[in-house]
């Protein structure tokens, strides 16, 4: 019998609609597409506009950035207004942001229309998970939220190939065109079919209050050092993985001289690994202990980090050295994101919403800032990015450590 969070306007004890798992899951590529599409793009947009790699680069964290932010504000809302409303403001600014975006004539467009693409994309990071817990509960979450985060790995699994194959056609804008496309879609699917899962305790209120009592829940669940423990294990994975993720076309295409296509194809191992990851937590679900889960996770991409640094200072940057390592990498973080994620939820089901958002704006947060220190240290190596990458993940383990300890 699939239980149902006490304030979800589902009927108790009847299953959830059949589409709303694929709806969430579709709602989620809108994060992925607004920063993996552009990755084989970086180059192409560099030289259209005339922009060096830091300004380019920048169109992929400043997205990052966005989202981390709005993240907070879209899960603090949603405990307060409902889930639906704020998901649906969210996917309409995804839609104006991606279009102002095919607009732009100059970096400095771009850049507010990444903005804006990235506070819309947020919507989808944290309120689908936040509406699995409502309609799942607590006993399922994980392995939900482990399935959902596998079929949301579909979007940088297929974003870059498609975006390198469309480039020499059709230019780097009509990616924009594509995402516009989608969130007008999704935002019509939303209001026609998506129910309300969570029914506020109150409602009203002028804004300030509102405000007031959002960021008074994270301050609250910030002082409790298992909740920050567990909320910062995604974001410090994310700040690793995408740090790589970022410095990888340039470290291909520039230093190694790859072809887009043929980046593409070795780009495939990143988002696979992941996708693993999760299924295998999808399937583990709740006969693992979250706190063995996060602590094992973390520790395989310590490890496979310390493997690449090594390979790199033995045998020289290439392609096998920078992309395989980071398929296993994305492997631990499958098995550990979705569970370390749960354990934030644990810690006061009735915020679940504010738990989600603040676990998203660390993930997109440090994945930002990963971004950008690793294309401001840059020097055509690799070393910097490994270096970069042994930060986060040993910081990583350290707050699994902790919140293994913590009651």
Known sequence: MVRHGMNSRLPDGAPPPKFIFPLLAAITFIAPMAVHMMIPALQAMQTDLAVGQGLAQATLAIVMVAMAFSTVVYGGLSDQWGRKPVLLGGLALYAIGSELSYVAPDIWTL?????????????????????????????????????????YVMGPLIAPPLAALALPVFGWRFLFVVSTTLGLALLLLAVLVLPETHRPARSGGGIVRIAAETFGTYARLLRIRRFTAYALIPGLESGAFFACAAASPFLAMGALGVSPEEYALWFLILPGGFMLGNFISGRIGNRAPIDRMTVLGSSLCLFTVMVMGAGILTFGLSMGWLMIPMGFMGLGQGLCLAYAQAGTMQVDPAYAGSASGAVNFGQLFFAGVGQQVAGLLADGSGLPVVAVMLFFTAASVASAVVAARSR
């Open 111 to 151: 850049l507010a229309g990444r903005t804006m693409q990235g506070m819309g994309a947020g919507c989808g990071v944290v309120l689908a998970r936040t509406i699995l817990r409502d309609v799942y509960g607590m006993d399922r979450v994980a392995q939900m939220i482990a399935y959902l985060t596998a079929a």
